[in-house]
C-alpha cells in the first residue's frame, strides 16, 4: 500500500537557520512527490514536485527538496529561514501506476523564531 | 491567474440543515476531490470525480454526497448537518495530463455547525 510519513509534529528553527522537513515514502513504482504549505485559515499552496530527473528540486519561496530514492525520502529545505515561513508543510505522493489521487502526509508545523 | 474558488470562507448553519459547499475551477481540470481538515488528523478525502456525472467515495464519505453536473463545478452536500461536521472543507482540481499531477487547492470552507 502507498504511504507517506512526516515524522515530526512540529519542527522549531531560529530565523536565519537552516531548517528541513522530513517526509518517507513506501509506493509501488517511480513516485511522484508533492510539498504543500498550508498558512493558517488557508487552503494549501504547491511548492515543488519531483517527477524525474534531478535529485534537488527547486521551487517556490526559496525552498528545495532533495529525493533519495535508496531512503525512499524527499526531505523539504531552505538554507536560511525567515518568520514568514512558519506555516504547515505537507508532503504527498502518486505511485506512477496507481490512479489520480494523491496520499498525504499528516503535516508538519513549522516555528521559525525571531 | 488559475484557481480553484469555493462559495464560502466561513458558515455557520444548524444541526439538522441541509447544507451545500459549492467548488469552482476555472482551469478544464479533470479531477475535483473534497478533502476535510481537522486538527491532528490531516487531510482526509470525502468524495471525488474523474468526470463530469461521475462520483466516488473517499475514506469518510458517511454523511456527505455530492454532484459534478458540469465539468468545472463540484459540490458537497451535507444532507443533514451534524455538530461532528464541523471542520475545515477544501475543495482541490487536478488535470489528467501524465506528468502534471499537481493538486490545485480552494482558499476552503470553515463550517461550524450548532
Known amino acids: 500500500a502507498q504511504s507517506v510519513a512526516q515524522p515530526e509534529d512540529q519542527v522549531n528553527v531560529a530565523e536565519g537557520n537552516p531548517l528541513t522537513v522530513k517526509c518517507t515514502y513506501s509506493v509501488s513504482g517511480n513516485p511522484y512527490l508533492f510539498w504543500y504549505v498550508q498558512y493558517p485559515n488557508r487552503g494549501l499552496q504547491f511548492l515543488l514536485k519531483?517527477?524525474?530527473?534531478d535529485n534537488l528540486v527547486k521551487g517556490s519561496y526559496g525552498f528545495e527538496a532533495e529525493f533519495n530514492k535508496s531512503q525512499t525520502s524527499f526531505h523539504l529545505k531552505k538554507p536560511s529561514a525567515l518568520v514568514s515561513d512558519s506555516a504547515l508543510y505537507f508532503c504527498?505522493?502518486?505511485?506512477?501506476?496507481?490512479?489520480?489521487?494523491?496520499?498525504w502526509g499528516a503535516g508538519t508545523k513549522l516555528i521559525i523564531k525571531p | 491567474d488559475v484557481k480553484v474558488t469555493q462559495s464560502s470562507r466561513y458558515l455557520v448553519k444548524r444541526t439538522g440543515e441541509k447544507v451545500f459547499l459549492e467548488c469552482v475551477q476555472d482551469m478544464d481540470h479533470e479531477n475535483m476531490f473534497w478533502y476535510r481538515q481537522d486538527p491532528g488528523l490531516g487531510l482526509r478525502l470525502i468524495y471525488f470525480?474523474?468526470?463530469?456525472?461521475?462520483?466516488e467515495k473517499g475514506d469518510i464519505p458517511e454523511g456527505y454526497s455530492v454532484s459534478r453536473e458540469k465539468k468545472e463545478r463540484f459540490s458537497l452536500i451535507l444532507e443533514s448537518a451534524s455538530t461532528n461536521q464541523t471542520s475545515m472543507y477544501l475543495c482541490a482540481s487536478s488535470p489528467q495530463d501524465r506528468g502534471n499531477y499537481g493538486y490545485t487547492f480552494g482558499s476552503g470552507t470553515r463550517l461550524t455547525v450548532v
Open positions: 504527498a505522493v502518486r505511485g506512477a501506476d496507481s490512479n489520480y489521487q494523491l496520499i
Open positions: 519531483y517527477i524525474t530527473g
Open positions: 470525480s474523474y468526470d463530469v456525472k461521475m462520483k
